[in-house]
């Protein structure tokens, strides 16, 4: 195994931990622990003149409710521990959430850097060709989405080769989420990941007593935030944390190395840089302040590490000055660590709760899918017309105009992204509030991430036990 601490292994602890609290019976807690399906794949694929073996996995962790659904992951940090531990995650995240899925997750051990586009076609469409040959896939059995090193391009290579394999399937759409919105996507996705971090960011700051008791003031705005990992996840949580809620970004990490800027960072700005120059080294204003973990311990409000598991570690955790990490990436602090900085005070928002958001919209894409057509499609131009029936009686018994901008405001019918996006602040906040709730109820419950498990423990095993399989 790559990772020296088993990832799967610190998932289980806390859920042990989180067990304690409640008073589900043992056999049922192994039951959900347990990952009920793991397939491990070799196949052949052809690299220039020569084959490689490529080593691929798929986990799918609880059969509690199907479909499972967990994205796919191009690393070279992939092994079977990794997609065991993303898996279970995933089985929590969605009982958390209510999202009504299974968890499941896929990896490729590869670096897709490694290879020309057509190279990642290939290896993408044959492990598809495995998934259908296994029963793998499927939108009533396992939907796969992207994670780290995958986007909307393997998902159109995915969907495109199951829809050959499995030619006539009317729900076909739905075998994967995450496409792009020309191929049956959905609105929203690409961002939802981190649009649904400042969503849970949003809430958690705003309860004064809360914030009194880690040293900061309420509300979002004016918060400074480093992030670590200017991916998918990392560069939508900057972005709209900066634009929607007035955050400050004064440090941000890639892979070549940490840059600071007390006055703030351009996030917009900044990914055009990197896309100009492949780095965030020597972005104007801004100074190099180290290698990739550097940032991390830089003082600020809000830490969000965005890029990989094991990033906050017995090593680093005493140095760490933030007062809340979003853990937007799975798994970035240890079990080992998460004690130290506990100890220290600092409020974490745990993985499966805070990176949340692309589940949630996924599953709103596989509903869409499901049902064959786009949300607000039926009803968009029905409120807009009752909205102006509406205010033309308003303005007819008060004898007030009203301009035709405001009028225009006033009778928009809800399009597909403004639909996702008020389901995932929905569920961001409605989920906070209830880990909220149970801490408030249960005292005796030490932090966010143990009444989480709390939370989710108790969902799967009500659906275990109205199943009848345990008493
Ligand atoms: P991504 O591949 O789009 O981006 C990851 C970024 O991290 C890349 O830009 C990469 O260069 C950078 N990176 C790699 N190593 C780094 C290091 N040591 N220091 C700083 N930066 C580094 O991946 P993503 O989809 O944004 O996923 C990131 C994390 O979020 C993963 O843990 C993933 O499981 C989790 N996640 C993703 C989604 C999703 O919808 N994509 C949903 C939930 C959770």
Redesign the pocket.
């Known amino acids: 195994m790559s990772n020296h601490i088993s990832f799967f292994k610190s998932v289980e602890d806390y859920v042990d931990k989180a067990a304690s609290f409640t008073d589900i019976p043992r056999g049922l807690i192994e039951q959900i622990k347990a990952c009920n399906l793991v397939l491990q794949i070799r196949f052949p694929v052809q690299i220039g003149n020569d084959y490689e073996v490529i080593e691929a996995y798929r986990v799918q962790h609880s059969h509690h409710r199907l479909p499972t659904k967990g994205?796919i992951?191009y690393a070279e940090s992939v092994d079977q521990d990794e997609v065991m531990a993303?898996a279970a995650l995933m089985s929590y995240k969605c009982a958390l959430v209510d999202v009504p899925f299974g968890g499941a997750k896929g990896g490729i051990r590869i670096n897709p850097g490694k290879y020309t586009v057509d190279q990642l076609q290939n290896i993408t469409r044959r492990y598809t060709a495995e998934l259908v040959k296994k029963n793998f896939i499927g939108p009533g059995i396992d939907v796969p989405?992207?994670?780290?090193?995958t986007?909307p391009r393997e998902m159109a290579w995915i969907l495109d080769t199951y829809q050959a394999l499995r030619h006539g399937e009317v729900d076909s759409i739905a075998c994967v989420t995450?496409k792009p919105v020309t191929q049956n996507g959905i609105r929203g996705r690409a961002e939802?990941?981190g649009r649904g971090v400042f969503y849970g960011l949003r809430e958690c700051v705003s309860y004064e007593e809360d914030m009194q008791k880690i040293g900061l003031t309420k509300g979002i705005a004016g918060k400074t935030m480093v992030v670590?990992?200017?991916?998918?996840?990392?560069s939508n949580t900057a972005l709209i944390s900066q634009k929607e809620g007035g955050v400050k970004i004064i440090g941000i990490?890639?892979?070549e190395g940490s840059i600071f800027d007390a006055n703030g960072i351009d996030v917009e700005q900044l990914l055009a840089f990197r896309k100009e120059h492949g780095t965030i080294i020597g972005y104007p204003g801004s100074t190099h302040i180290g290698g990739?973990?550097t940032a991390l311990e830089l003082e600020c409000d809000i830490l969000v590490p965005?890029?990989?598991?094991n990033?906050i570690t017995t090593e680093n955790a005493d140095r760490i000055k933030a007062k809340i990490i979003a853990e937007?990436?799975?798994?970035?602090v240890t079990a080992d660590a998460d004690t130290i900085l506990r100890k220290k005070g600092v409020l974490i928002l745990p993985?499966f709760y805070i990176?949340a958001g692309?589940?949630t919209v996924s599953y709103f894409e596989w509903l869409k899918n499901l049902s064959h057509h786009r949300f607000g499609r039926l009803e968009n131009r029905f409120q807009h017309n009752a909205f102006g029936r509406l205010l033309d009686k308003v303005v007819e018994l008060t004898g007030r105009e009203v301009s035709e901008r405001d009028r225009e405001i006033l009778t928009r019918g809800g399009n597909e992204v403004e639909l996702v996006n008020s389901g995932l602040e929905d569920t961001m906040i409605t989920a906070y509030q209830q880990v909220r709730e149970t801490l408030k109820m249960h005292p005796e419950i030490p932090d966010i991430r143990t009444a989480a498990f709390v939370c989710s423990l108790k969902k799967i095993a009500g659906d275990y036990i109205s199943m009848g399989i345990f008493p």
């Open positions: 994205g992951r993303l989405a992207p994670d780290y090193g986007g995450g939802a990941t670590q990992g200017l991916g998918n996840v990392g990490s890639e892979r990739p973990l965005a890029a990989l598991e990033q937007a990436a799975n798994g970035p993985d990176n692309g589940v």
